[in-house]
């Protein structure tokens, strides 16, 4: 019986492999872009009309008035600027917490009473959301359970769901706690199904070990983790990111206050998520040090939907005045020089959708005084930088084929990503409509 099963499967692979060597050998499609206006990201103006040539999931070529090679698809968004796909520096697809709620109530929820296969599912709707918003890369920063950011992202790689290409850390390197609230006890294990908990230096290490052998492509620490009171030593920082740089792997530190952030940043890490307190002096650091800063905050509109589900909600100059302290640290960063990338950290339920959120969250940055172009480089050409790949938030020649098309001039005010028309990742059409910009 095993001989003919394996008789069998010899005959399987003969019939199969000229097939797939067949596949290897296929062209890749070649589609034609005409974009009505192309914005450049790194120089930050949008540059006229121009046709970009897309192999596979990359740019072969980007100029004006290409020819359309032979066999190739066009898609005609000339009656629309293009931009590249955006990217949300910060996010956490597998985590909503509701009003109310604290991150042990969710993960009791998440772990217990719904469990991961309902967590998954509704993960997958969120990615699918950020992809009609025009974001086709996220960065996932924990609060994922036990590696199902890694899950999902592979889903979407093999092209079972649609969503974002997905830089996931699985679970934040933190103190004892995690980010939950003091629990008497945890019969459960609800800490150690959301963070890593570090105990020590040679731990701090083997952490980071862990998470890369996972397929984790950041590592995200924790120096501080309100609402617990524990905070990483300076030693299991320093730890954690030579650790990760020996691996060529980027660390994301959450870090709130000037001292935590100090740690950090003199530590080495790649980015500052938050930063609510942090002094000029340190942002003259992260300057000279090239830490990027992913400023968490809300847009005002984001914030009155936040809190309309308050018993008494406050009104508007409240909640203002409340985004104030946010908006002044992103615009001293800006002067000091500090690298700006887009971070929504959304986990409320919003209404509009995570990737309506992630988009609302550059309003906020421009509400603060960014213009409306360095609020859409942020979320392009840094955040690419910020993720460490040449092929991301640049439309160029061997960057990843993802374009979004929007109507009007999103460098004169960002009202036209509130409807992109046609959101291409990888060269294909994964959201909006292939004709909605054609010209005829
Ligand atoms: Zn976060």
């Known amino acids: 019986m095993k001989s003919r099963l394996f008789a069998a499967a010899l005959t399987l692979v003969a019939v199969a492999s000229p097939t797939l060597a067949q596949a290897q050998r296929a062209p890749q499609p070649v589609v034609l872009v005409r974009a009505g206006n192309l914005f450049d990201s790194e120089a930050g103006r949008m540059v006229g009309p121009r046709d970009i040539l897309i192999r596979g999931e990359r740019i072969a070529e980007v100029g004006e008035a290409l020819a359309t090679p032979e066999g190739a698809t066009t898609i005609d968004l000339r009656r629309c600027s293009v931009i590249p796909g955006l990217i949300d520096a ?32 509704t993960a997958a709707g969120r990615a699918r959301e950020y992809v009609e918003a025009g974001f086709t890369t996220v960065r996932d920063l924990g609060n994922s359970g036990r590696f199902l950011d890694l899950v999902l992202e592979r889903a979407i790689d093999d092209g079972r769901l649609v969503g974002p290409r997905i830089y996931a850390s699985g679970p934040g390197l933190a103190p004892a706690g995690g980010q939950m609230e003091p629990m008497p006890n945890d019969p459960h294990d609800l800490v150690n199904g959301e963070y890593r908990i570090v105990t020590g230096v040679e731990d701090a290490r083997a952490a980071v070990r862990e998470a890369i052998a996972r397929g984790a492509e950041v590592i995200k620490m924790y120096p501080e983790a309100t609402p617990q009171r524990t905070r990483l030593s300076v030693e299991e920082i320093r730890a954690i990111v030579s650790e990760a740089s020996r691996h060529g792997v980027p660390v994301a530190a959450h870090a709130t206050s000037d001292a935590s952030i100090r740690e950090a940043v ?49 009104p508007r100059e409240e909640v203002e005045g409340h985004l104030q302290g946010g908006r002044d ?17 959304l986990y409320f339920p919003y209404g509009p959708g995570r990737g309506a959120g992630s988009r609302a969250t550059l309003d906020g940055y421009v509400e603060a005084g960014l213009t409306p172009t360095q609020a859409l480089q942020s979320a392009t050409w840094e955040a690419g930088r910020l993720l460490g790949d040449d092929g991301l938030g640049v439309v160029r020649p061997r960057a990843f084929a993802d374009l979004v098309a929007v109507e009007g001039d999103p460098t004169e005010g960002l009202s036209p990503l509130r409807a992109p028309r046609t959101v291409i990742k990888g060269g294909r059409v994964v959201a909006g409509e292939i004709d909605a910009c054609a010209l005829d």
């Open 90 to 121: 910060h996010t956490h697809l597998l985590l909503e917490q509701k009003g109310g709620e604290g991150l042990s109530d969710v993960a009791a929820r998440d772990h217990v009473v719904q469990g991961d296969v309902y967590r998954a599912l």
């Open 266 to 314: 003199e530590a080495g890490v790649t980015s500052i998520e938050h930063a609510y307190d942090v002094s000029d002096e340190t942002l003259q650091l992260m300057a000279r040090k090239g830490v990027w800063l992913a400023p968490t905050d809300p847009s005002l509109e984001m914030a009155l939907e936040f809190t309309r589900s308050w018993p008494q909600q406050p």
């Open 329 to 345: 640290r992103l615009m001293r960063a800006r002067r000091a020089g500090v690298r700006i990338a887009l971070g929504s950290d």
